[in-house]
């Protein structure tokens, strides 16, 4: 069983940043691409950001430019770096771990962790 725990959300001002982590459990953990998704009210889950196994990234064009995604596969962590927040980013922010190739849609992920929330103020 995969636990994975995310970290890291609150509430900043328009133009601020955050540092989102996710932390894995299991031994497994560098074999797998991993994704970050996020969901506001009313809204249905989407795609934020994603790094694979080999470290190869891939952003929503959203977030592109101004969020970063990286892993320390010794710490079994994935992080997102969120620069220059904007209140439309506001929303629960989840870590998910991939069942294979597939890294921008909900179902190509397997294991879900609980989410955090990031609140953006204008």
């Known amino acids: 069983q995969v636990q994975l725990v995310e970290s890291g959300g609150g509430l900043v001002q328009a133009g601020g940043s955050l540092r989102l982590s996710c932390a894995a459990s299991g031994r497994t953990f560098s074999s797998y691409s991993m994704g970050w998704f996020r969901q506001a009210p009313g809204k249905e889950r989407e795609f934020v950001a994603a790094i694979t196994w080999t470290g190869s990234t891939y952003y929503a064009d959203s977030v592109k430019g101004r969020f970063t995604i990286s892993r320390d596969n010794a710490k079994n962590t994935v992080y997102l770096e969120m620069n220059s927040l904007k209140p439309e980013d506001t929303a629960i922010y989840y870590c998910?771990?991939?069942?294979?190739?597939?890294?921008?849609?909900?179902?190509?992920?397997?294991?879900w962790g609980q989410g955090t929330q990031v609140t953006v103020s204008s």
């Open positions: 998910a771990r991939a069942r294979g190739t597939g890294i921008s849609r909900v179902h190509e992920y397997d294991y």
